[in-house]
C-alpha cells in the first residue's frame, strides 16, 4: 500500500541551526502539506504546497520556514535558526486532489537542544 | 477560527465500548474527521463524516454528529488491545482548502 515516508524519524539540532525535514508524498498527489504537533498540544497545520508554490499557510509559518519540491519525489520543510520551542513532531501529508483524503507520514521528532 | 476540543485519556475494557467526544467551534465545517495514531506511526484515517449527516456506521466504529451543539463522537464496539491509540478528531471548513484543525488528541488504553 502507497505510504507517506518521512526522515529522518527523529532528529537533534543545536539552537540556531538549520534543519531540513524530508518527505516522500505519495507518487501520484498532487497536494502536500506540514503539520506539526508541540508535545502536549494540538496538532497544527503549517502549510500546503501545490503546484509548486505555497498554496495557503498559517500564521506559524513566518519567514523562519520554508517548503520545497527539490525533484519529483521530495518534498522539504526548511526551519532557519532553529529555536528551543521548535521542538515538535512534524508531520507531513499528501492528498490526490484538493478535497480527498490527506495521507500521513509517522512524523520526525525534531528536538533543539 | 476553527478551535477543536477533546477529553484527554479513556480506559476501557477489551470487548466493552469506547466513545470519544470532541466539540469544534466552526459552524462552516464541511467535513469532520477522526484519526488514529498508533505508537511510533502517522495519522491513520479511520473514518470522516460530512456536515449534512447525523450519523455514519463502518463496522465497529459509529460516528454521531449534533451539528447544532457542534459535538462530535466516535463510538467504538467491541474493543480490541489494537484499538489502543491516540484518537484525533479534526475539521475542514469550508471548499477550496485544505487545512484540517486538529484536537489534542484522546488516547485510549484497552485493558485485556
Known amino acids: 500500500e502507497p505510504e507517506v515516508t518521512q526522515t529522518p524519524s527523529h532528529q537533534v539540532t543545536q539552537m540556531g541551526q538549520e534543519v531540513i525535514l524530508r518527505c516522500v508524498p505519495i507518487?501520484?498527489?498532487?497536494?502536500f502539506y506540514w503539520y506539526r504537533q508541540i508535545l502536549g498540544q494540538k496538532v497544527e497545520f503549517l502549510v500546503s504546497?501545490?503546484?509548486?508554490?505555497?498554496?495557503?499557510k498559517s500564521e506559524i509559518f513566518d519567514d523562519q520556514f520554508s517548503v520545497e519540491r527539490p525533484d519529483g519525489s521530495n518534498f522539504t520543510l526548511k526551519i532557519r535558526s532553529t529555536k528551543l520551542e521548535d521542538s515538535a513532531m512534524y508531520f507531513c501529508?499528501?492528498?490526490?486532489?484538493?478535497?480527498?483524503?490527506?495521507?500521513f507520514g509517522q512524523g520526525t521528532r525534531l528536538t533543539v537542544v | 477560527g476553527e478551535d477543536v476540543e477533546q477529553s484527554l485519556f479513556l480506559s476501557v475494557r477489551e470487548g466493552d465500548s469506547s466513545v470519544i467526544n470532541c466539540t469544534y467551534t466552526?459552524?462552516?465545517?464541511?467535513?469532520l474527521y477522526w484519526y488514529k495514531q498508533e505508537p511510533g506511526a502517522g495519522l491513520q484515517l479511520l473514518t470522516y463524516?460530512?456536515?449534512?449527516?447525523d450519523m455514519k456506521q463502518d463496522q465497529r466504529l459509529t460516528v454521531l454528529l449534533n451539528k447544532k451543539d457542534k459535538h462530535l463522537s466516535l463510538r467504538i464496539a467491541d474493543t480490541q488491545t489494537g484499538d489502543s491509540a491516540i484518537y484525533f478528531c479534526?475539521?475542514?471548513?469550508?471548499?477550496?482548502?485544505?487545512?484540517?484543525?486538529f484536537g489534542k488528541g484522546n488516547q485510549v488504553v484497552v485493558i485485556p
Open positions: 507518487s501520484n498527489h498532487l497536494y
Open positions: 466552526d459552524s462552516s465545517s464541511t467535513y
Open positions: 463524516i460530512f456536515s449534512n449527516m
Open positions: 479534526a475539521e475542514k471548513s469550508g471548499y477550496g482548502n485544505n487545512r484540517l484543525a
Open positions: 504546497f501545490y503546484n509548486n508554490e505555497i498554496s495557503e
Open positions: 501529508a499528501s492528498s490526490a486532489q484538493l478535497n480527498t483524503e490527506a495521507f
